[in-house]
């Protein structure tokens, strides 16, 4: 049945399952055929394996599916989780379409979704969906154009640089005309492969500039490439071929048009052959329909590409110098090779039944799994269901899966006939009468169930008339029959047990459950039960009526039948387990209800089912015999019914079965069986009981017989071997496979003629690989010993068995076991090409040269051929091979079955050329990269000479020869002509040392001759060693004195610039150890003759670790041996730490500290405990003035005579002999609590007849918080008697001023009239009660005349607050107050009880005020002076000094306005200005009020600040003084001229920042570069010291733009420089540009540097001019003393005894003899006392002055100044041979061209006179240097003037480096 054969659908299967159940065979799974409707979901739309789209794009992925009804499509995550929307990540539509938002940040991680359709019939899944977004990167298009030569293929290949995959070429440009580039044909001119364009046919007219577009295919982003420079060689290079353009992996789009690139280079133009791996050897393969070659081969083209192309393939290039071969691999994606289909596609299996699906996949080897509705169900290509039942219904999804790649098919699987399930029940519930009641039931089944119902097992209408209920029936839309039963004004007769049940043929479900209606029981009449004998019965009584008390059954008349036993009741059932005949009679059943009860018989009768005797068939039958076999019945009721069923169908009339059935048998008769009877019989046994089934099994035996029969066979060598035999019988033969073995060579060496038996698995002996499966013989590649004799035997043990012999040949097609090979020889030299051809006889051989076939009848070769036993060899031999010999030959062979060839390559070897085109590639401090061109022939070895032609001192010159190594590069390298270059690296070699190099090839054959000489100069490398006699001592407080000697000479590697000092300071516990880094700095001192420095600005008697490093241009070498020295001792500088005090009584406290922290200890004298009183308010809280009490040694002090219960704030200061140091973190503790004073001023009088009112001020002395006051009251005269009464003190809520102003009354009742008592008070604090008051009189009296109870007194107010003046007065009403002088009247308020309220107290408002009372007795008067306290007046604050880091400042106390001072607050802030950094916020620091002077610390250096100072009392703060600028000590960065500043080679430009000046350090440096002629800056990275830009133009001018950042301020500086030409010439000298021209030197162009160029060099053309006609004068005096000086100079250097001050005359040399200021003694003296040719020499004058320059100079940007005299040429020998005509010279780069003296303090050279005499190139040849990282060699030239400037700038330099960092440097 096919993959779409359907089921039809439910009506339509009717007829057709009618003819189902009539066939011959019994039906189990029904397979429909026809096209039905298709129900379950499927996908119209499904989503690809893989998605990637650019994450800031997103992406839509679009899922349709279609079912009946439509399905619901949603998409779930790899958990199985359904996905939302989410915002801003995903949307979903409702039509299944999934879209990922774009992302703004980062990309998303991948995620693996699958999309799920669902209906009613079925789940779908999608297979897995990767979403894989991709980040934007920036990526630029990069074009690789391969040289090519004339008559070959040019590759360009198009990329991105960081060589995306989502990066292809869209357009290609040659210039600014686009290409036309289509479609590939064989005769296209060009051909995109991949990401390469190829052209054919190159010449000389498409060399030019090339540029691609490349598109992203995410974001559909283009950019174009810049040009790139395709050369096109006119050739010949006589080389072999190298391949340029080809791919490790190719992928491609199954059905699409493309080609795999194999292009080679070189000359002349290759040859190409094409190979395939099949079968694990490489196969010939030649141009087919869909398959051909573009360019001869260059290209290997496909058209529709389909799967079978993927695969390995080999391509060969090669000519007469040899071959290239490139290996490839083809990968075809998105092919639909692998498919998969299930079948059936549409299944109707019947309930119980065992149903199969089958999936078939394409390609085998796929792993196979299957899902139901979504969820896993098995692996494998079959899936068997068994026992089906309806949760297997739905759809089945069958994926096959390849690697990452899956596809799947799908069946659904329908239900056919099945017996009913019930989907919905009713339950058990009680209802009134009256009332309506529907039962409802669902039931599903095929066919389509009746749904009955009955009532206490009976059919409903036997109890019920039809008006009295109704019965609806509906089919749902899942299918099920749906049945309601309605049953309208139910009465209690109604109730039972109603039953529902679903019948069909196959089957039956029921349910049952009581309706119980309220009202009386009663028991329904039923007719008899009948039950089945031996099985388990239950009866239910039929009773209705609610509720019911109990029920009961009974057996006849006789008792109850109990709850346990065989027969049992449990309330209303009666069980029998099992029934028995005994069982039969009458039973009663019995229901009783709270009111009433009833009863009824019921009567059950046993019936006995049948019961079948076993039977068999015999295990003997055969084809043609006969049997009969009986089936009887040994008990049971009758009448019974017999029917037999062959394998669970009714018997076919075409089996020819007769049957024969009596009253209690059956017998079945086979008059002639045959294979068809064989299976299951099944006697069905029927009454009226039951229906019992036995089966037996009848297996007929049956011969074998062929189904394919084995037939001769010949087969090709190497191809698959597939020999069948397969025969059908029961039971089923086993096949075996035999090989004749005697005449053929034995597998087990046994040349017996006998058969020998082939196993299941491997046979032979690992040289034969033969399987047999499932009866067939076979074997991956056929081979010689396969040939023979086969025997193939079927047998099942039934009859003989089947025997067939077959012959085996295997045909040998000529073939050759290689595909290629090569041979090499000697020009001169016979060899000799051999093949050896295999296969069957006759064998033809025959050689091919070049395509042509050998000519046999020449006398330079001959061929010759011997048969062996496998096949034919042939030997062409050459008598002498020539150069002519070389290349491509080719043995062809054939015989009848196939032809093969075998390629041979002939190499005649030669000595090698010598080396050419010699090019420096790179130059370091120890080693050199030299290139040069590549020669035509291979595998050869490579070796270089090279001699040192300076050494220092120590050194000796000599002679290296040494093998080089070949750098691997990645990418092949030509030169302009197009030509392949070699590069190798060169080490061990000496920094700034000249060096000439030549090399040598080598091959097997012999050594080429040595090359030109190649002249170069090392560079420049950080000293080697450390200075020497390096001694520190301390030179005063904060100082060391360091002084050192130069390292050695031979150390300085270059020209020696100075030293660097380092420190750090120790801890004074871990010295060595854990070194606690606690202040660091390192110093420059300029100039190698420098010896000594000064670092200040430490930290006084503190330990130290300093190191000392020297300098050059390169770097700063190794450090001393880490010193270790102490600063003298000054003031402490840490403060005395862990100080605590506590309070010893009301007068003193104790103080004790630890001493200052080890590591900062100093010579201590004792210390310094200060302290003040402290005073808390809401607007400030401070210590009053300072006292202090000086201490010894000792730790620890006690402070007497201080304030009782007072806060003290308490700081210790460690003292020397030089001072006080910082003091301590302030610590606060106060005295203890004493008894207070006595209370002041206290006033008694009279308020009533028997009041007096008591009045008092709180004691001035408290000694601590008052608790209460006692006041006590007495008669006079009386001794004793006395009462007190308790007066508390509010105080919780009032400040310290309101409680010292505070009046306390109280007024004392209960005294008698007119008697006089004494009144005192005593105030209490914790401590005590004080001191009791005088006391004072008063006597109880009516109310007379006005008196004041108030004390008038002196109230303290700040200013601005609000003040109450009280005013209580005593005295017969009415009383009448009056305040003078009055306030304004907005400003004050007299209450009604006579207070005055000055509601904001200010300066004027101090004074004295008078309360006067009066009534009508008479006046009172009271006097109040008003003092106002304000806030300090402002002090002025003056700078005393300024530190690098630091402003000291002072001030005088200023007027206190009332109040004391509690201290002062510093403000200050960092003004803007041009610094790195800009205004700062506002810093503040607090002062004591005793102190008047405070240093602002932590500062940056040369900064300018904003310093106001603020003055606090307890009223509050002064206002801010007027602002002090101030700034601290130091300045800007100073720039250095360019030519210190600005190193440059040819390809680098290096900037030495130890150069720049300045008192500050350097924060950060920011520094940008741009071509002259305008462009963008590029940022330049630094660490601190130099900063460097490689991959420079050469000969460019270039601008610097440097911006120094110090807390002094920003510097600004822009120099404009130039990089040497290729061979090391000078362009110009680096200038620095005036501020004024920087705006405009943005733009300068080419033509502004030649302008500056020109500028410099105008004002030396003169000088120049006038030099050259004193050189030609002075020449012949200057030669003739050559000799003598140079003696005379060797000596002194020998000696020593040159002195800077004294000039020499300088020597010829080949080089300059001051190389980075350093002395260079000569290798050879004795080599140069004559003028050597081509040398170069500088003319002085005897009198100390330059013939050419003298002390005038130059001038301007300070180009050379010395005169150069060049002579000629002639012959000499020497080591190196006479210098070549085009000789490469690298020169020293780091000098400048400005004259250099020996007295110069940056000079390198300790004596610049006993200069090196070299040989120095001419001028003329300097043109053909190669790019080069180092400058032209620096004038040696000496004058008194140049040596006077030197010492002046010298100074100058000194004097600024002395400002550069800190602590500064003396």
């Known amino acids: 049945m096919s993959g779409r054969e359907r089921a039809a659908p439910r009506g339509a299967l009717l007829p057709l399952l009618f003819a189902c159940l009539l066939a011959t065979q019994p039906l189990v799974v029904c397979e429909v055929s026809g096209d039905p409707p298709r129900l379950a979901p499927w996908f119209t739309a499904e989503p690809p394996p893989l998605v990637q789209f650019a994450a800031s794009r997103g992406a839509r992925v679009r899922c349709a599916a279609r079912g009946t009804p439509p399905p619901t499509v949603l998409w779930l995550s790899d958990d199985g989780t359904p996905l939302t929307d989410t915002p801003g990540l995903r949307r979903i539509y409702s039509n299944g379409t999934l879209e990922v938002l774009p992302a703004s940040g980062s990309a998303p991680a991948a995620a693996t979704l699958r999309c799920r359709a669902a209906n009613a019939h079925g789940v779908a899944l999608s297979r897995d969906l990767t979403l894989l977004p991709v980040s934007d990167v920036n990526w630029e298009a990069v074009l690789v154009a391969a040289a090519a030569w004339a008559g070959g293929v040019a590759a360009l290949t198009c990329r991105a640089a960081d060589s995306s995959p989502h990066v292809r070429p869209a357009v290609w440009y040659r210039g600014d005309t686009v290409l036309d580039v289509h479609a590939p044909t064989a005769e296209s001119r060009y051909v995109v492969a991949g990401d390469t364009l190829l052209v054919r046919d190159v010449s000389a007219a498409d060399a030019g500039p090339y540029s691609c577009v490349a598109r992203h295919a995410l974001t559909a982003l283009t950019k174009r490439s810049r040009p790139v420079h395709l050369a096109v060689a006119p050739g010949p290079s006589n080389s072999a071929p190298r391949v340029v353009a080809s791919a490790n992996e190719v992928s491609v789009a199954a059905g699409a048009d493309f080609c795999i690139p194999c292009v080679a280079s070189e000359y002349p133009p290759p040859h190409y052959t094409w190979y395939r791996e099949m079968n694990g050897r490489l196969q010939p393969v030649e141009p087919s329909g869909g398959r051909w070659w573009w360019a001869g081969g260059a290209a290997l083209c496909f058209s529709r590409a389909s799967p079978a192309a993927g695969g390995a393939w080999l391509c060969k290039a090669y000519n007469v110098y040899g071959d290239a071969t490139k290996q490839m691999r083809l990968h075809v994606d998105g092919a639909d090779d692998l498919a998969v289909t299930v079948a059936p596609a549409v299944l109707v299996a019947d309930t119980g039944s065992t149903a199969r699906l089958n999936c078939s996949a394409s390609d085998p080897s796929g792993s196979i799994t299957w899902l139901h509705d979504g969820v896993a169900a098995g692996s494998g290509p079959e899936l068997v269901l068994r026992a089906v039942t309806r949760s297997h219904r739905g759809l089945y999804q069958c994926f096959a899966r390849r690697g990452s790649y899956a596809v799947h098919a799908s069946a659904e699987l329908r239900l056919g006939d099945s017996a009913p399930e019930l989907h919905y029940t009713f339950i058990e519930q009680a209802l009134r009468a009256g009332g309506g009641v529907s039962l409802r039931c669902a039931a599903a089944g095929s066919p389509a169930p009746r749904l009955a119902w009955l009532l206490d097992s009976q059919p409903l209408d036997q109890y019920r008339a039809q008006h009295r209920y109704f019965i609806n029936e509906e089919i749902s839309v899942n299918g099920d029959v749906v049945s309601t039963l309605n049953i309208s004004s139910v009465s209690p007769e109604d109730g039972g047990r109603y039953t529902c049940r679903a019948q069909n043929q196959l089957g039956q479900a029921e349910h049952s459950a009581r309706l119980n209606i309220y009202g009386p029981p009663s028991i329904r009449a039923l007719g008899p039960i009948r039950v089945v004998a031996g099985a388990n019965a239950t009866i239910f009584c039929p009773y209705a009526g609610y509720p019911i008390s109990s029920v009961w059954w009974r057996r006849g008349a006789g008792r109850a039948v109990g709850g346990a036993g065989r027969v049992s009741a449990r309330g209303a059932e009666l069980r029998l387990a099992p029934a028995l005949a005994a069982d039969a009679g009458r039973y009663a059943c019995e229901v009783a209800a709270p009111a009433a009860a009833a009863r009824a018989d019921l009567e059950i009768q046993v019936r006995n089912p049948p019961k079948i005797s076993p039977f068999m068939f015999s295990s003997e039958l055969t084809e043609g015999s006969s049997v009969q076999v009986l089936c009887g019945v040994s008990s049971g009721d009758k009448p019974m019914y017999f029917s037999w069923l062959k394998d669970g169908a009714p018997l076919s009339s075409n089996l020819q079965i007769e049957e024969k059935s009596l009253n209690e048998f ?102 034969i690989e033969v399987r047999t499966r499932n009866g067939t013989l076979g074997a991956p ?56 051809a295999l296969g069957d006889a006759p064998l033809t051989v025959h050689w091919t040269h070049q395509g042509t076939r050998i000519d046999l009848n020449s006398y330079r070769w001959s061929v ?211 070194d606690e880094e606690r202040r660091a700095g390192s110093s420059t001192a300029p100039g190698w003759t420098t010896a000594d420095t000064t670092i200040s600005g430490l930290r006084s008697f503190s330990r130290y670790a300093l190191t000392l490093r020297a300098y050059n241009r390169a770097g700063a070498g190794p450090p001393t041996p880490t010193m270790y020295a102490t600063t003298a001792d000054g003031v402490p500088e840490v403060a005395p730490t862990a100080v605590v005090c506590e309070g010893l009584s009301s007068r003193s406290l104790r103080v004790r500290w630890s001493p200052p922290q080890p590591a900062h200890a100093h010579v201590l004298r004792g210390y310094d405990v200060q302290y003040a009183t402290l005073h808390f308010s809401p607007l400030w809280s401070g210590a009053m003035e300072s006292q202090t009490a000086r201490t010894g040694a000792n730790t620890e002090a006690t402070l007497q005579g201080l304030r009782a219960a007072t806060n003290y704030s308490v700081w210790v200061r460690a003292r020397t002999d030089r001072g006080l140091g910082p003091p301590s973190a302030p610590i606060y503790c106060s005295t203890r609590e004493d008894v207070p004073g006595a209370v002041e001023a206290v006033r008694a009088l009279a308020s009533s007849s ?51 102003e505070e009046e306390v009354w109280r007024e004392v009742v209960g005294l008698r009239e007119r008697t006089v008592y004494e009144f005192w008070v005593r105030a209490a604090t914790a401590a005590g009660a004080g001191p009791p008051t005088r006391p004072v009189t008063a006597a109880p009296a009516r109310a007379g005349s006005a008196r004041i109870s108030s004390l008038g007194r002196v109230v303290h107010v700040s200013r601005g607050a609000r003040v109450r003046l009280r005013c209580a007065a005593v005295g017969a009403p009415p009383l009448r107050w009056r305040w003078s002088p009055a306030p304004p009247p907005h400003a004050h308020t007299v209450t009604d009880d006579g207070d005055l309220v000055i509601h904001k107290v200010e300066v004027q408002t101090a004074g004295n005020y008078t309360c006067s009372v009066r009534n009508s007795g008479g006046a009172d008067a009271a006097v109040y002076t008003l003092a106002v306290r304000r806030p300090p007046a402002a002090p002025a604050p003056r700078l005393v000094r300024a530190d690098r880091r630091a402003l000291h400042l002072a001030w005088d106390a200023p007027p206190d306005g009332g109040a004391a001072l509690l201290g002062y607050t510093v403000w200050w802030s960092r003004e803007g200005g041009e610094g790195s950094e800009g205004r700062s916020e506002p810093r503040s620091a607090r002062v004591p009020a005793g102190d008047t002077a405070h240093a602002l610390a932590g500062l940056a250096c040369g900064a300018l600040y904003r310093v106001t100072l603020r003055a606090h009392n307890a009223v509050g703060a002064s206002p801010h003084s007027r602002p002090l600028l101030a700034r601290t000590r130091g300045d800007k960065a100073k720039a250095p001229p360019g030519k210190e500043f600005v190193w440059a080679n040819s390809t680098a430009l290096r900037l ?153 005359p300088q020597l010829y040399s080949t080089e300059p003899g001051n190389r980075n200021g350093k002395t260079l003694t000569p290798p050879h003296s004795d080599d140069m006392h004559e003028i050597s040719p081509y040398a170069t020499f500088s003319m002085t004058g005897g009198g100390g002055a330059e013939v050419s320059g003298g002390a005038g100079g130059a001038g301007g940007a300070g180009g050379g100044c010395a005169l150069h005299l060049r002579t000629f040429a002639r012959a000499e020998s020497l080591d190196l041979a006479a210098p070549p005509p085009r000789p490469n010279l690298l020169t020293h780069s780091q000098e400048y061209g400005r004259c250099r003296d020996s007295d110069s303090e940056s000079s390198g050279s300790p004596c610049a006179a006993c200069a090196a005499e070299l040989y120095r190139l001419p001028a003329a040849h300097l043109s053909d240097t190669l790019p080069a990282v180092e400058s032209s060699a620096d004038d040696t030239s000496y004058s008194a003037g140049s040596r006077a400037r030197h010492r002046a700038a010298r100074g100058r330099r000194r004097r600024d480096h002395s400002r550069h960092s800190a602590p500064t440097v003396r």
């Open 864 to 1074: 010759s051929e011997v048969r062996t036993v496998d096949g034919l060899r042939s030997s062409l031999q050459f008598r002498a091979a020539e150069s002519t010999d070389a290349g491509e030959y080719r043995c062809h062979a054939h015989n009848q079955y196939g032809r093969s060839e075998l390629l041979l390559f002939l190499h005649v070897e030669e000595p090698p050329e010598a080396p050419r085109s010699l090019h420096l590639g790179g130059v370091g401090s120890r080693w050199v990269r030299v290139t040069w061109r590549a020669p035509s022939t291979r595998g050869l070895s490579y070796s270089a000479s090279f001699t040192a032609l300076q050494a220092l001192p120590t050194q000796d010159a000599k002679h290296i020869t040494t093998n080089l190594t070949l750098d691997s590069v990645a990418d092949e390298r030509a030169d302009t002509d197009g030509h392949p270059i070699l590069s190798a690296r060169l080490e061990s070699l000496h920094p700034s040392v000249a060096y000439s190099l030549r090399l040598t090839a080598t091959n097997h054959i012999g050594q080429s001759p040595q090359s030109e000489p190649l002249l170069f100069t090392t560079l420049e490398e950080a000293p080697s060693a450390s200075p020497q006699n390096v001694q520190v001592r301390s030179a005063g407080v904060g100082e060391l004195h360091i002084t050192w000697s130069a390292p050695p000479q031979d150390s300085w590697n270059g020209e020696l610039l100075g030293y660097v000092v380092s420190w750090r300071e120790l801890s004074r516990v871990d010295e060595e150890g854990n």
């Open 1552 to 1704: 030495n920042l130890l150069a720049w000046g300045g008192r500050c350090p350097v924060a950060a440096w920011t520094l940008a570069l741009r071509p002259a002629a305008g462009g963008g800056w590029t940022a330049l990275h630094t660490n601190g010291e130099t900063a460097e830009s490689g991959d420079l133009q050469p000969g460019t001018w270039y601008e610097i733009r440097v911006v120094a950042r110090a807390p002094a301020g920003d510097t600004h500086a822009r120099y404009k420089a130039a990089t040497h030409t290729r061979n090391g010439e000078r362009v110009g000298e680096p200038t620095e540009l005036p501020l004024e021209a920087r705006g405009a030197a943005g733009g300068g162009g080419a033509a502004r540097g030649a302008e500056a160029a020109a500028t410099w060099r105008a004002p030396l053309t003169p000088l120049l001019l006038a030099a050259a006609l004193a050189a030609a004068l002075t020449a012949l005096t200057a030669l003739a003393g050559v000799v003598l000086a140079r003696r005379r100079r060797a000596a002194l250097c020998e000696r020593r005894e040159c002195s800077p001050r004294r000039p020499h």
């Open 1250 to 1300: 028997d009041t007096v009112r008591v009045s008092w001020l709180a004691p001035s002395q408290r000694a601590g918080r008052l608790t209460h006051y006692t006041l006590y009251t007495r008669e006079l005269g009386k001794v004793g008697g006395e009462w007190s009464q308790r007066v508390e003190a509010n105080v919780d809520s009032k400040s310290d001023e309101e409680i010292e």
């Open 666 to 767: 059956s017998l079945l008769m086979f008059s002639d069986l045959t294979a068809r009877h064989s299976g299951d019989y099944t006697c069905r046994v029927t009454n009226h009981a039951a229906t019992v089934n036995y089966t037996a099994t009848l297996s007929v035996k049956v011969t074998p017989a062929w189904t394919t029969e084995p037939m001769d066979a010949a087969i090709l060598l190497g191809a698959p071997l597939s020999l069948q035999c397969a025969a059908k019988g029961y039971p089923v033969p086993k096949i075996k496979w035999y090989r004749r073995i005697g005449d053929s060579v034995s597998l087990n060496n046994d040349n017996e003629d006998h058969w020998e038996i082939i196993g299941g698995s491997d046979w032979g002996d690992g040289v």
């Open 781 to 836: 590649a056929a081979s010689r010993l396969h040939q023979g004799q086969y025997r193939c035997v079927a047998d099942n043990g039934v009859g003989p068995p089947l025997i067939k012999h077959i012959n085996l040949t295997i045909h040998e097609p000529a073939h050759f076991e290689e595909s290629s090979g090569n041979m090499s020889c000697v020009r001169g030299h016979s060899v000799s090409l051999t093949c050896h």
